[in-house]
């Protein structure tokens, strides 16, 4: 079956302790990459990746950070996570066409 | 700037009825104009999508209308059910370079 898996699925964590949120997807995707959704807000986009070892800054990619070591595997970091930082993230991949296949979802909570 | 504009914020439609949602973008360069359905906890997943050099495309009960010179587009949903009830995000995409914008969705209640 074709997905995006995303983990945790949710997590509360404390101000300053870094966490990562792993996505990996299993159909070959070339693009890669990482959304927050907030009420109101949409979608926006945090960082994206063309390919293996290439990554580029999306709309609000600031207090995040990203690695592309493997096709399949796109890993969102948190260094210092703050509370504003309290979000719904989702992991999406795309090939060539363009149609985003999304994950189910990361609910974090910052305290 | 927010590139791509989307309205209403929520809607409200009779079953039966028609849907329509509309969006605005910006930037020329974008070549990929998707809907995205979300239902509560899970992820979008993608709809019916349009490309510029159409000016629409009917899937089923939805029609995307693309107008390429008021760069605007718009999601129709026809004899809409209560089952549609859903956030719709409209995106603009430049598809090889992997960046999508999103509108800020709009929530859909069609009641029975």
């Known amino acids: 079956e074709a997905q995006v898996t995303q983990n945790p699925r949710y997590l509360i964590t404390v101000t300053g302790k870094k966490l990562t949120v792993t996505c990996s997807q299993n159909m070959n995707h070339e693009y890669m990459s990482w959304y927050r959704q907030d009420p109101g807000l949409g979608l926006r986009q945090i960082y994206y990746s063309m390919n293996v070892e290439v990554t580029d800054k999306g709309d609000v990619p600031e207090g995040y950070k990203v690695s592309r070591k493997e096709k399949r595997n796109f890993p969102l970091i948190l260094e210092s996570p703050s509370p504003n930082q309290t979000s719904l993230y989702f992991c999406?991949?795309?090939?060539?066409?363009?149609?985003?296949?999304f994950g189910e979802g990361s609910r974090l909570t910052v305290l | 700037q927010q590139q791509v504009k989307q309205s209403p914020q929520s809607l409200i439609v009779q079953k039966g009825g028609i849907s329509i949602i509309n969006c605005a973008y910006e930037n020329t360069a974008f070549d990929y104009f998707p809907w995205y359905q979300q239902f509560p906890g899970k992820g979008p997943a993608l709809l019916i999508a349009?490309?510029?050099?159409?000016s629409e495309k009917k899937e089923g009960r939805f029609t995307i209308s693309f107008n390429k010179s008021a760069k605007q587009f718009s999601l129709h949903i026809m004899d809409s059910q209560p089952g549609d009830s859903a956030t719709y995000f409209c995106?603009?995409?430049?598809?090889?370079?992997?960046?999508?914008?999103f509108g800020d969705g709009t929530t859909l209640t069609v009641k029975p």
């Open positions: 995106a603009a995409s430049i598809t090889n370079a992997g960046k999508s914008t």
């Open positions: 999406a991949s795309s090939g060539v066409g363009g149609e985003l296949f």
């Open positions: 349009i490309r510029p050099d159409v």
